[in-house]
C-alpha cells in the first residue's frame, strides 16, 4: 500500500506541516444526519457501495445514503472523500439524490491477526478530527507522521490482538523526514466481530507516536447494514 500526502488538486487543497487547516475542517462528523444537513454542497467522508441490482450509491455514517442523480461508475465498495451537491428531494430506498462534483478514495490499509508485524514508525492520530471514526464497519483513521519530498511507500497495518482491541501499525520503509503532513487510511474490521444487533461495542486502537509514546483510544463500534 502507497500512503501519500493528501493533495486534491479538484479541491484546491494541500495540506501540510505548514498548514494549519485540515480536512476535518470541511468534512461533518460520523454523527452529522444528512437529514439535518441543509441542501448544497457539501464534503463527505462515504462509503462507495452498489445494491443487488447493480445501482451504486454512497452511504454516510451508518445509516444515511446518498443516490448519485446521474449514476456512478462502481470499481469495488470502498471509503471515499468527495464534494457532493445534495438536494432536498429523496430517491425511495436510497435517501438523499445528490450531482458528484469529485470523488477520491481513501488509500485502504491492511488489516490481519496476532502477532502481525512490529511498531516500527510513529504516526499521530488526529482524535480531534470528524474523519477519525468507526463507521458502516470501517475505522477510518485521519493522522499525520514524517514524509520524504516526494513521499515513499509507508505500510500501515491494523493488527487484531483480540478482545475488541487492535493495534496500528506504521511502517515508513525507511522515507526520510522532510514533511510533517497529513494521510488518511481505512481498515474493513466488519469480520472481526459478531453481529451487533444495532448496539455499540467498545473497540480499543493502540499506536506510536511520532515521539514514540505508545497511546491508545476507544471507539464504538457498530456492525455494517
Known amino acids: ?12 487543497l494541500v ?16 454523527s452529522d444526519s444528512l437529514q439535518d444537513m441543509q441542501d448544497g454542497q457539501r464534503e463527505l467522508v462515504v462509503t462507495v457501495k452498489q445494491d443487488a441490482t447493480g445501482t451504486v450509491f454512497f452511504q454516510k455514517g ?3 445514503r446518498l443516490f448519485p442523480k446521474d449514476g456512478y461508475e462502481f470499481h469495488g465498495e470502498c471509503r471515499a472523500l468527495g464534494s457532493f451537491y445534495i438536494y432536498p428531494v429523496e430517491e425511495p430506498g436510497y435517501g438523499r439524490i445528490c450531482d458528484v462534483e ?17 511498531s516500527v514508525d510513529g504516526l499521530d492520530v488526529d482524535l480531534q478530527s470528524n474523519i477519525t471514526a468507526i463507521e458502516d464497519g470501517y475505522l ?14 509507508h505500510d500501515l497495518t491494523l493488527v487484531y490482538i483480540g478482545n475488541n482491541e487492535f493495534n496500528l501499525v506504521h511502517n ?9 503532513a497529513e494521510g488518511l487510511v481505512y481498515f474493513d ?21 511520532t515521539k514514540d509514546v505508545l497511546t491508545s483510544a ?4 457498530i456492525s455494517r447494514k
Open 1 to 12: 500500500m502507497k500512503t501519500r500526502i493528501i493533495i486534491f488538486t479538484a479541491a484546491a
Open 62 to 64: 451508518n445509516t444515511g
Open 218 to 221: 476507544k471507539f464504538g463500534f
Open 102 to 118: 469529485w470523488l477520491e478514495e481513501i488509500d485502504r490499509g491492511h488489516v490481519v491477526t496476532a502477532p502481525g508485524p512490529a
Open 172 to 180: 515508513a520503509n525507511g522515507d526520510a523526514h522532510d514533511v510533517y
Open 140 to 153: 477510518t483513521v485521519d493522522y499525520y507522521t514524517w514524509w520524504a519530498d516526494p513521499a515513499g511507500h
Open 189 to 209: 474490521i466488519n469480520g472481526f466481530f459478531p453481529d451487533t444487533g444495532g448496539e455499540t461495542i467498545p473497540v480499543t486502537v493502540n499506536w506510536l507516536t
Open 15 to 30: 495540506l501540510s506541516a505548514c498548514a494549519k487547516d485540515s480536512i476535518d475542517d470541511w468534512v461533518p462528523g460520523p
